[in-house]
Nanobody
Framework: QVQLVESGGGLVQPGGSLRLSCAAS????????MGWYRRAPGKQRELVAV???????NYADSVKGRFTISRDNAKNTVYLQMDSLKPDDTAVYFC?????????????WGQGTQVTVSS
């Protein structure tokens, strides 16, 4: 059984910062890419950022220069540092990872963490 557990969401004023964390646990052999998605009220889920096991990161245009994704392979954890937050960043943020277990390679999702940017 594999689980992704997110933390770090909350309420922040415009221009503020938050750091999200997502830890993967369970019968993990290896993890390919790890990333963050978000779903704003009334909108479809969108990719925010993704980081492969090795190589270049990729960001949505709307967050480039403000958000930074990183991962700690030893801890099976991915982070999202969010700076200069805007009200449009308000959404539920979901962690996603492509994980190899002894039996399968598939996508796993976290339960989501709410980020609200408001004065």
């Amino acid at each position: 059984q594999v689980q992704l557990v997110e933390s770090g969401g909350g309420l922040v004023q415009p221009g503020g910062s938050l750091r999200l964390s997502c830890a993967a646990s369970g019968s993990i052999v290896s993890i390919n890419y790890m990333g963050w998605y978000r779903r704003a009220p009334g909108k479809q889920r969108e990719l925010v950022a993704v980081v492969p096991k090795s190589g270049s990161t990729n960001y949505a245009d709307s967050v480039k220069g403000r958000f930074t994704i990183s991962r700690d392979n030893a801890k099976n954890t991915v982070y999202l540092q969010m700076d200069s937050l805007k009200p449009d960043d308000t959404a539920v943020y979901f962690c996603n990872a492509a994980i190899n277990t002894a039996l399968t390679l598939r996508d796993y999702w976290g339960q989501g963490t709410q980020v609200t940017v408001s004065s």
